[in-house]
T-cell receptor
Framework: QVQLQESGPGLVKPSETLSLTCTVS??????????WSWIRQAPGKGLEWIGY???????TYHPSLKTRVNISRDKSKNQFSLRLTSVTAADTAMYYC??????????????????WSQGTLVTVSS | EIVLTQSPGTLSLSLGERATLSCRAS???????LGWYQQKPGQAPRLLIY???KRAAGVPDRFSASGSGTDFTLTITRLEPEDFAVYYC?????????FGGGTKVEIK
């Protein structure tokens, strides 16, 4: 069974950098054919995809966050991490890490967030 | 960016009733590259359907998805107590991946 657990501070000051780490068990962030993603949910709001990292190390980000976000991985610890710079109150949200089940061939294609962490609330406040 | 609009915002139904949730895309989602998720209060979302009609592991067959082009539907044939939650659609035909705003299914 794949499990993901995020860690990091729950309170970040405005203009500083939000840093979270997701530790994965039951799968590898550096092998296979899946992506590893960050998603957030502002209080009482819907879900927003932040970006993901592929097993090769390549990354894709949401255009609205692209200038402030970086997703990286530590193969030795089987972890991947999120850094979001210059945060404001608008970045206050529950942050989830998730595995993206990826498949592509001539007959079918999907990207589905099949395993999620429990989520961690990050509040941006002075 | 593909915008997904879900309706209704809230669906009030009784146990055993059929639920029909709509997800409309701002542009065509070819081949139904859409997934559906369920979220209960205080929990992470749970994958229900992807690919576009594959049920995730452990998802009962009362959940099904259909649609094409820009109009998609999640159907729950007979509501069970554990089905009252918020449901999100999500497209993966193009980046950025986007989610709908959600439909809350509540007990009438």
């Amino acid at each position: 069974q794949v499990q993901l657990q995020e860690s990091g501070p729950g309170l970040v000051k405005p203009s500083e950098t939000l840093s979270l780490t997701c530790t994965v068990s039951g799968d590898s962030v550096s092998s296979g054919n899946n992506y590893w993603s960050w998603i957030r949910q502002a209080p009482g709001k819907g879900l927003e995809w932040i970006g993901y990292i592929y097993v090769s190390g390549s990354t894709t980000y949401h255009p609205s966050l692209k200038t402030r976000v970086n997703i990286s991985r530590d193969k030795s610890k089987n972890q991947f991490s999120l850094r979001l710079t210059s945060v404001t109150a608008a970045d206050t949200a529950m942050y989830y890490c998730a595995r993206v089940l990826y498949h592509f061939d001539t007959t079918s294609y999907y990207q589905a967030f099949d395993f999620w962490s429990q989520g961690t609330l990050v509040t941006v406040s002075s | 960016e593909i915008v997904l609009t879900q309706s209704p915002g809230t669906l009030s139904l009784s146990l055993g009733e059929r639920a029909t949730l709509s997800c409309r895309a701002s542009q065509s989602v070819s081949s139904g590259y859409l997934g559906w998720y369920q979220q209960k209060p205080g929990q992470a979302p749970r994958l229900l359907i992807y690919g576009p009609s594959k049920r995730a592991a452990g998802v009962p067959d009362r959940f099904s998805a259909s649609g094409s082009g820009t109009d998609f539907t999640l159907t729950i044939t007979r509501l069970e107590p554990e089905d009252f939650a918020v449901y999100y659609c999500q497209q993966y035909v193009s980046s950025p991946l986007t989610f709908g705003g959600g439909t809350k299914v509540e007990i009438k």
